[in-house]
């Protein structure tokens, strides 16, 4: 049997909301973001968005 979420709202009704507020693509990126910090903790979603924002300047900006 899974435990019952701890969080309020869950993952599923803040889907549900953000996906009527916002719209399917918004919401719905919404939605995983908010998924990602409740199963991995906000310090490791922030680590993984930082080393991506990271990788994409080095595209933009090349070394010297």
């Known amino acids: 049997n899974p435990q019952p979420c701890r969080f309020v709202p869950t993952c599923s009704e803040y889907a549900i909301e953000a996906i009527r507020k916002h719209g399917p693509f918004k919401g719905l ?9 409740v199963t991995l903790g ?3 979603v922030m680590i993984l968005y930082l080393k991506v924002r990271e990788k994409e300047m080095r595209e933009v900006i090349p070394a010297i």
Request: charge should be negative; charged fraction near 35%; glycine fraction near 0%.
């Open 42 to 44: 906000e310090e490791a």
């Open 29 to 37: 990126w919404l939605a995983i973001k908010e998924f990602a910090v």
